[in-house]
C-alpha cells in the first residue's frame, strides 16, 4: 500500500506544469510539521484564588518567558501576558474572574506562530502589584504563573512588579517529578489527587480532622493536641487543587467557649525542590462582633472610586475613617485577650514549648495602654518559631512553622 502510495505521488508529479507546484506544497507541509513539533504551545489555563493571591496559571509544552505588561483599552485597566510566536492548544476565550482584581480573562490567538495573548480585565481603580514564576510540570511541561495581590500602596494600572520568586526559565522537572495536568474546565466533583493535585502521603487520615492537620504540620502537632483538648474543632476545610490553586490548604476552628476567637490555618507546601513548607497558625479576635468592627470591615472594601467620592485624599480617608475606629477596635479587642489571656498563654506555651517568655512578652504588649495619637504597631516576639503580634486593629498572635519538604513539594 505504501508503495503504491509512492508511486501514485510521483506520477503526479511528474506531470508537466505539476512540478513546482508539488514542490512547493510539499515544501509547505514540511515547514509547517517542523514547526509544530518545535514551538511553545500555551495549552491550558486558569484563574483562581489563594489566599490574598489571584493566581493566572498557564501550561505551557516547554519553557518560556513571556511579555507582561500593563495598559487602558476603552478606559478599562488591563494587565497582558504575550507568548510571541506561540501555538495556541485548547484555550477557553472567556474565563470568570475572581470578584476581587480580574472581572474577566480573554484569550486571543494569531495566524499559526504569530503568538497566544492573554488579557486580564481588571476592576477600575483597584491598585496592585504582580508577581510571576515559572515551574517545571510533568513530561518537559512548565507552569507559568501570574500572581496578582491588592496593594494600596501601588497606584492603579500602572502595577509594581514585585520580584519573582525565582528564575527565568525553569530548569527541567527533576527526575521521577509527577506534576499532572490540572483541567482547565472547573469540575463540581472535589477535586482528587487522580485529577492532578499535591500527591498527599496515604493513611488512614480523615481530611479536615486534627489527625489530619498533626500529619501535615508535625512541628505543630503538640499545639494541635492542646487545642484538640481544650475543645477547639475544625468547622471549615478547605483543599486549592486545581490551575493556580495546587498545594495550597487552609483550616478554620472555632470553639464555642470562646465566640469572640478563631483560629485560622494555612498549610503552604513548597512548590520547588529543595526549599521548605511554611505552616502559618494564628489565634485571632477579629470575629469581634462590635458595631465598630463591623463598620471597619465594610470601610476596608471601599475602592478609590469611592473613597475619592468621600474624602478629599486617601490620607483624610485614613485619618477620619479608619484611625478613629481602629483605636476601638484596639482597646475592644485588648479587653477580649485579657479576658481569654489563658487562651492566648496556652497557645504560645503549646507553639513555643522551648521558650517559655514568649507568652508573658505578648501579654506585657497586650496590656500596654492604648494610645489615640498611633495606628498601632506589630512586634516580632520569637524567631523560632517566627511569631508576630499585631496589635494595628483586631489582635492577633500568628506563628510561622519551617518543614522539611519531601519530594519538594510531592
Same mark, same amino acid.
Given at each position: 500500500m505504501a508503495a503504491k502510495g509512492i508511486t501514485g505521488m510521483q506520477t503526479w508529479a511528474a506531470k508537466p506544469g505539476r512540478s513546482l507546484a508539488w514542490l512547493l *506544497?510539499? !515544501? $509547505?507541509?514540511?515547514?509547517?510539521?517542523?514547526?509544530?513539533?518545535?514551538?511553545?504551545?500555551?495549552r491550558r489555563l486558569g484563574l483562581s484564588k489563594v489566599a490574598e493571591d489571584t493566581l493566572l496559571t498557564v501550561i505551557l509544552s516547554q519553557a518560556a518567558t513571556p511579555r507582561v505588561s500593563t495598559r487602558e483599552a476603552a478606559g478599562k485597566p488591563q494587565l497582558v501576558v504575550d507568548f510571541p510566536?506561540?501555538?495556541?492548544?485548547?484555550?477557553?476565550r472567556h474565563l470568570e474572574g475572581d470578584a476581587l482584581l480580574v472581572q474577566q480573562?480573554?484569550?486571543?490567538?494569531?495566524?499559526?506562530?504569530?503568538?497566544?495573548?492573554?488579557? *486580564?480585565? !481588571? $476592576?477600575?481603580?483597584?491598585?496592585?502589584t504582580y508577581w510571576k514564576m515559572n515551574r517545571p510540570g510533568a513530561g518537559g511541561q512548565t507552569l507559568f504563573i501570574l500572581g496578582l495581590k491588592s496593594d494600596p500602596k501601588a497606584r492603579p494600572v500602572q502595577a509594581r512588579v514585585v520580584p519573582s520568586p525565582e528564575p527565568e526559565p525553569v530548569p527541567a522537572a527533576p527526575p521521577g517529578g509527577d506534576i499532572r495536568e490540572p483541567e482547565t474546565m472547573p469540575d463540581p466533583s472535589?477535586?482528587?489527587?487522580?485529577?492532578?493535585?499535591?500527591?498527599?502521603?496515604?493513611g488512614s487520615v480523615a481530611p479536615g480532622s486534627f489527625a489530619e492537620l498533626r500529619r501535615l504540620m508535625p512541628k505543630a502537632a503538640q499545639l494541635f493536641q492542646g487545642l484538640e483538648t481544650e475543645g477547639w474543632a475544625v468547622s471549615e476545610s478547605n483543599r486549592y487543587d486545581r490551575p493556580g490553586k495546587r498545594f495550597s490548604r487552609d483550616f478554620l476552628l472555632?470553639?464555642?467557649k470562646y465566640p469572640e476567637l478563631v483560629v485560622k490555618i494555612a498549610y503552604l507546601p513548597a512548590n520547588v525542590p529543595n526549599t521548605p513548607n511554611i505552616n502559618i497558625i494564628m489565634l485571632s479576635t477579629e470575629k469581634v462582633t462590635s458595631a465598630e468592627a463591623t463598620q471597619y470591615q465594610g470601610l476596608r472594601q471601599w475602592n478609590f472610586a469611592k473613597i475619592?467620592?468621600?474624602?478629599?485624599?486617601?490620607?483624610?480617608?485614613?485619618?477620619?475613617?479608619?484611625?478613629?475606629?481602629?483605636?476601638?477596635?484596639?482597646?475592644?479587642?485588648?479587653?477580649?485577650?485579657?479576658?481569654d489571656e489563658a487562651v492566648f498563654r496556652n497557645f504560645l506555651k503549646l507553639a513555643c514549648p522551648g521558650n517559655p517568655q514568649v507568652a508573658d512578652q505578648v501579654m506585657k504588649h497586650v496590656q500596654a495602654k492604648v494610645s489615640p495619637r498611633f495606628e498601632g504597631v506589630q512586634f516580632t516576639v520569637s524567631e523560632n518559631p517566627l511569631v508576630i503580634l499585631n496589635l494595628v486593629d483586631f489582635l492577633y498572635v500568628k506563628v510561622y512553622y519551617?518543614?522539611?519538604s519531601s519530594g519538594g513539594g510531592q
Open positions: *506544497l510539499l !515544501l $509547505f507541509c514540511l515547514s509547517h510539521h517542523a514547526w509544530g513539533a518545535g514551538g511553545v504551545e500555551v510566536g506561540a501555538r495556541a492548544g485548547h484555550l477557553p480573562v480573554l484569550t486571543e490567538t494569531a495566524a499559526p506562530g504569530g503568538g497566544v495573548r492573554i488579557v *486580564l480585565d !481588571l $476592576f477600575p481603580e483597584k491598585a496592585f472535589p477535586p482528587g489527587e487522580e485529577g492532578g493535585g499535591y500527591q498527599e502521603p496515604k472555632n470553639n464555642s475619592k467620592g468621600k474624602y478629599e485624599d486617601i490620607g483624610d480617608f485614613f485619618d477620619d475613617a479608619l484611625k478613629p475606629l481602629r483605636v476601638k477596635l484596639r482597646e475592644q479587642t485588648k479587653s477580649v485577650a485579657l479576658k519551617v518543614e522539611t
